[in-house]
């Protein structure tokens, strides 16, 4: 068998079983839809590779009919292959993994916990992993992205308006900045003061309508909601009284 024939039948019989056995329907997770992703990409690059090593043989490498056939049978599949790719990245965005994945994520692609990142990408305005030697970290109230695609450049940027960052960021296990921006809408709760990229929000009880503290937090007109009970209960106030912020937290 010519190097020309074996080429033939093992393009065939790869695209046959690999292509062919990829079902699109509306039922996919989104896991199962990064995969897609993965693949699609993966058989484009043997495209690539099939497509320039039939050119590199030429027609005298086989008879014309062979030739035909073979060059027909790609372009049917490449035209497959660009459509699960404008479906897999129209559709679904990457996502970085969530912590629970991260590490099994890293040694799998970078063969190191520390030398894996993701981040966003300030460019391409999505989110890109990528390896390197060491870790990298930013400082508290500031999250890493990449700011040059072509050259990997890292830069330093603040929080998102709902995320604070109380300590240095790591690139090690993360992509973004850590804790979440509480929120002050539990029954009787006001906001004391917003929070920073480095703090979180203070509740207060609203006094002027009578609510106090359930539990008396640490300081006596605020509570930190990520790490006490800022629950409060109503108190009822003589006619024409209210609470003053003053008395928050003691009886009456």
């Excluded at 480095?198 to 309508?209: A, G, P, S, V, W």
């Amino acid at each position: 068998m010519t190097s020309s024939e074996s080429l033939r039948k093992t393009t065939i019989t790869f695209f046959s079983t690999e292509i062919d056995s990829v079902q699109i329907d509306n039922g996919h997770t989104e896991e199962d839809s990064l995969q897609l992703c993965d693949f699609s990409h993966y058989m484009f690059k043997v495209f690539v590779y099939i497509r320039d090593r039939v050119a590199y043989l030429g027609v005298c490498a086989m008879d014309n009919l062979q030739f035909c056939r073979l060059k027909a049978y790609i372009k049917k599949q490449h035209l497959k292959i660009i459509l699960l790719l404008k479906i897999s990245n129209a559709v679904f965005n990457f996502q970085c993994p969530d912590q629970s994945q991260w590490k099994h994520r890293a040694n799998a692609y970078c063969d190191s916990f520390n030398s894996y990142f993701c981040l966003y990408d300030r460019n391409e305005k999505n989110f890109t992993e990528f390896c390197r030697e060491s870790p990298d970290f930013e400082t508290p109230g500031y999250k890493l992205l990449v700011a040059c695609s072509f050259q990997g450049t890292l830069d330093g940027d603040s929080c998102d308006h709902d995320f604070y960052q109380p300590f240095k960021f790591l690139s090690s296990g993360n992509s973004r900045c850590v804790h979440k921006t509480s929120y002050c809408n539990e029954e009787g709760q006001v906001v004391y003061s917003n929070g920073t990229v480095e703090n979180d929000i203070l509740c207060r009880c609203d006094y002027t309508k009578g609510y106090d503290f359930i539990i008396r937090p640490k300081h006596p007109r605020s509570c930190v909601p990520s790490e006490e009970d800022c629950s409060c209960y109503h108190k009822r106030c003589s006619a024409g009284y209210i609470l003053p912020p003053g008395m928050l937290g003691k009886s009456v």
